[in-house]
């Protein structure tokens, strides 16, 4: 069995953040663990309130669980604030972590700051040089760069400006432009295109939680980058095919329909 830690915000309504990264990683077989960086209390409307963790409880849940059990990769998600980002980035050197996925989780699709806009700077040197891919939407790259991405030759020359922040590589999620849902991969050599289709559904909560949850999974499996991707996005359109309605606004996607059709 494989061993996965999340360090994530906590979602009371269990689309997004932890609750989806843990969902993931059982419908993809790997024994999951959580470090919760912020609590929100939101739910398929939006965000009502955030609760940031201490920078010391954030270490002492890193520590309980380095100190341990073995980790086979690690997905962060959410981060809140500068203070947790340096911690986070120091724990993770110390623990020798592999394997780090980085989702730079920004905003919420309701329009909620998750992370302190302060924070970019800490999280663009001190967390994103760790990691073995980092997996920006689209306003993330525009708030990484200061520019605009509108069109898919603009997501090839983000790719390579934020690779060239010292990254060890970089997935652009092309979700927010119109039309296909194609993402970029880009490793320093090779520009690499992972296409899908759009799905016409309107229940997306959590897709990006879900995406960089499954390809840390992925790589914990032993499947080199571009085959965790690759397999990454192809469960994750399973999951919105069979995302499903719940609550007044954006449902969840769905993470066990290879085993129930129906919730
Ligand atoms: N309607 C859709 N049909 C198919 N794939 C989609 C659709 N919407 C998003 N995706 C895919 O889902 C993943 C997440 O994309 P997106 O760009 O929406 O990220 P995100 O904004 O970080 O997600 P989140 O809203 O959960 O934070 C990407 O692989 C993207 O291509
Ligand atoms: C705790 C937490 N983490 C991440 C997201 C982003 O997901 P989305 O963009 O689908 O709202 C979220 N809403 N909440």
């Not at 979602?11 to 990683?25: E, H």
């Not at 432009?177 to 194609?182: K, M, T, V």
């Not at 959590?206 to 960089?212: A, H, I, R």
């Not at 399973?238 to 606004?249: Q, T, V």
Request: net charge negative.
């Amino acid at each position: 069995m494989k061993n996965l830690l999340t360090i994530a915000g906590s979602d009371s309504s269990g689309g997004a953040g932890i609750q989806a990264d843990l969902k993931t990683f059982a419908a993809l077989g790997v024994y999951g663990m959580s470090v919760i960086t912020a609590v929100t209390a939101q739910n398929t409307q939006g965000v009502e309130r955030v609760e940031e963790i201490s920078r010391e409880m954030v270490k002492a849940q890193i520590d309980a669980v380095f100190n341990d059990i073995p980790v086979d990769a690690v997905k962060i998600g959410m981060v809140s604030n500068p203070e947790i980002i340096q911690q986070i980035a120091l724990s993770l050197k110390d623990w020798k972590a592999i394997n780090i996925v980085v989702d730079p989780v920004m905003v919420s699709k309701s329009g909620y700051h998750l992370l302190k806009p302060e924070a970019i700077e800490t999280l663009k040197k001190e967390l994103l040089p760790l990691a073995r891919v980092v997996t920006p939407n689209l306003p993330e790259v525009k708030a990484m760069l200061g520019w605009e991405v509108t069109d898919e030759e603009r997501m090839e020359s983000a790719a390579q400006e934020i690779f060239s922040l010292g990254l060890e590589s970089v997935l652009i999620k092309g979700g927010h432009l119109e039309g296909a849902a194609n993402d970029l991969l880009f490793d320093g050599k090779d520009l690499t295109w992972f296409k899908s289709p759009r799905l016409n559904k309107k229940n997306t909560h959590g897709t990006g939680c879900t995406l960089s949850a499954a390809i840390a999974a992925h790589l914990a499996l032993g499947y080199d980058l571009m085959t965790a991707v690759e397999k990454s996005k192809s469960y994750l359109s399973g999951a919105i095919e069979h995302s499903f309605p719940l609550g007044h606004g954006v449902g969840p996607v769905h993470h066990f329909y290879r085993f129930f059709k129906e919730l």
